[in-house]
């Protein structure tokens, strides 16, 4: 699982809905900071 799975399941844990709305809502984020998800993914697979 990648970092940012596992961010996306504990957010979900912690209420913010289902994983799913979790995730949509992390990218959504990532987005507006002016990432996307490929660069994500990108940084994600060297952590």
Do not use: P, T
């Not at 957010?11 to 660069?39: H, V």
Request: charged fraction near 20%; charge should be positive; avoid cysteine.
């Amino acid at each position: 699982m990648k970092w940012y799975e596992r961010l996306v399941s504990i957010s979900a844990y912690l209420g913010f809905g289902s994983i799913e709305q979790s995730r949509n809502a992390w990218y959504k984020s990532l987005d507006a900071a002016g990432w996307n998800y490929a660069e994500v993914s990108k940084l994600a697979s060297l952590l």
